[in-house]
Structure formats: C-alpha cells, structure tokens
C-alpha cells in the first residue's frame, strides 16, 4: 500500500522560498500510470490544486502560481519536492501531496499534510 508522507518547514518568513518534500513509499514513483499532484488548503477555505508531475517526469503547474511554483523530484529517494517562491501571508496553508492514477482523475492517496504558516 503507497504511503505519503510530507515534510518541511512549518513557518516561513514572507519573501522567502517555501520547500516541502513529499516522501513516498509502497510504490516508485515513476510507475505507470501515476500522476503526483501538491495540494494546499488555506484556513476555512477549500483545496487548491497547485501543480503536479507525471511518472515521465513532466510537470504541470497551476496558472495562478507559475510564475513562483517549481515541482521536482528524486527518484533515487522516491521523493518530490514543492519550491514556492516569495511567499505572503496568503500561503499560509496545509498542504498535501496526493497520488492521482491517470485516466480515473481522483486522488487514491493522501499523505497528512503538513501546516506553513508565512509569518514576520
């Protein structure tokens, strides 16, 4: 059974880069046919799709966030990685990684999240 488990700082000073890692075991995640997305959730609001990346490797981002989001990986310690860029309070969010199984379009897996909250 996959397993999510995300990972990284719990506060951020604003103008600064947020760097999450989601560490996945139970499966690789460069099988066939997996799609990786980050999910965030403001306070009291609902999910935000953010980005995400195909077993390939390519990645897909969020119109609203492309110009600070990157989304990468390795595979060599089955993880992914979040990098948000020039933060606000705006980005205080819990965020997620989920696994998607291409063609079903709905999460199979969730890991617990992680809560940032952007403060000065």
């Known amino acids: 059974q996959v397993q999510l488990q995300e990972s990284g700082p719990g506060l951020v000073k604003p103008s600064q880069t947020l760097s999450l890692t989601c560490t996945v075991s139970?499966?690789?995640?460069?099988?066939?046919?997996?799609?990786w997305s980050w999910i965030r959730q403001p306070p009291g609001k609902g999910f935000e799709w953010m980005g995400g990346?195909?077993?390939?490797?390519?990645?897909d981002y969020a119109p609203s966030l492309k110009s600070r989001i990157s989304i990468s990986r390795d595979t060599a310690k089955n993880q992914i990685t979040l990098q948000l860029t020039s933060v606000t309070p705006e980005d205080t969010c819990a965020y997620y990684c989920?696994?998607?199984?291409?063609?079903?379009?709905?999460?199979?897996?969730w890991g617990q999240g992680t809560q940032v909250t952007v403060y000065s």
């Open positions: 990346i195909h077993y390939s490797g390519n990645t």
């Open positions: 139970g499966d690789s995640i460069t099988t066939n046919p997996y799609y």
């Open positions: 989920a696994r998607e199984r291409l063609g079903i379009k709905e999460y199979d897996s």
